[in-house]
Nanobody, 120 residues
Framework: VQLQASGGGLVQAGGSRGLSCTAS????????MGWYRQAPGNQRELVAT???????NYADSVKGRFTISRDNAKNTVYLQMNSLKPEDTAVYYC???????????????WGQGTQVTVSS
């Protein structure tokens, strides 16, 4: 299973940016998907998650500014980031909980990370 993320870059404070991440490979079903981020010197932290049924969960720091969504047919998760702040600067990682076959226990997979830099 591979996760390919895209959409990072440089954006000014107050601006918007969209990220996407597609899971591919030997996949029976993608369960929850999510975005995490890691700033220099900090631990990786949860940004947002979304279940197969569409239930979402957000970190308090991004509520009201970020929106997570997914396209189940494409095994793709999106993160729309609005009203960006310099403190949102980090490497953003996508995550997917994937069941490879019907009988196998689901396992977590990570994308390679995409840098988002918000300038003040």
């Amino acid at each position: 299973v591979q996760l390919q993320a895209s959409g990072g870059g440089l954006v000014q404070a107050g601006g918007s940016r969209g990220l996407s991440c597609t899971a591919s490979g030997n996949i029976f079903r993608v369960n929850s998907m999510g975005w995490y981020r890691q700033a220099p010197g900090n631990q990786r932290e949860l940004v947002a998650t979304i279940t197969l049924g569409g239930t979402t969960n957000y970190a308090d720091s991004v509520k009201g500014r970020f929106t997570i969504s997914r396209d189940n047919a494409k095994n793709t998760v999106y993160l729309q980031m609005n009203s960006l702040k310099p403190e949102d600067t980090a490497v953003y990682y996508c995550n997917a909980n994937v069941r490879i076959t019907f009988l196998r226990t689901p396992t977590d997979h990570w994308g390679q990370g995409t840098q988002v830099t918000v300038s003040s």
